[in-house]
Nanobody
Framework: QVQLVESGGGLVQAGGSLRLSCVAS??????????MGWFRQAPGKEREFVAA????????YYADFVKGRFSMSRDNAKNTVYLQMNRLNSEDTAVYYC?????????????????WGQGTQVTVSS
């Protein structure tokens, strides 16, 4: 019933920037009641937390390895969240996933999220 679709991935040079989008849809779904998160997964590794915004858009959280480089935002009217990624490096290469947690507080734990997108590939060349 609920679908999250990521876009904006691609190939970028080290030091470059990329903006990811996640559009949510569903019969009565609105991200205004959900914490929204970004996770990423590199080949052979577990999915890891990147960033999240709590359901009320009061707090934003970032993993240490992206602080100062990535910025997450949401547009409830468009049912869309964004991840602006700057100063990318090869370690950022991964599939990036969008997730939603009903009335969530912006957890970094994967099992706190109710819905997941299928991911968008980000490849950083060095």
């Amino acid at each position: 019933q609920v679908q999250l679709v990521e876009s904006g991935g691609g190939l970028v040079q080290a030091g470059g920037s990329l903006r990811l989008s996640c559009v949510a849809s569903g019969r009565t779904f609105s991200i205004s009641s959900y914490a929204m998160g970004w996770f990423r997964q590199a080949p052979g590794k577990e999915r890891e937390f990147v960033a999240a915004i709590d359901w009320s858009d009061v707090r934003t959280y970032y993993a240490d390895f992206v602080k100062g480089r990535f910025s997450m935002s949401r547009d409830n009217a468009k049912n869309t969240v964004y991840l602006q990624m700057n100063r990318l490096n090869s370690e950022d290469t991964a599939v990036y996933y969008c997730a939603a947690a009903r009335y969530g507080l912006g957890s970094s734990r994967r099992n706190e999220y109710d819905y997941w997108g299928q991911g968008t590939q980000v490849t950083v060349s060095s």
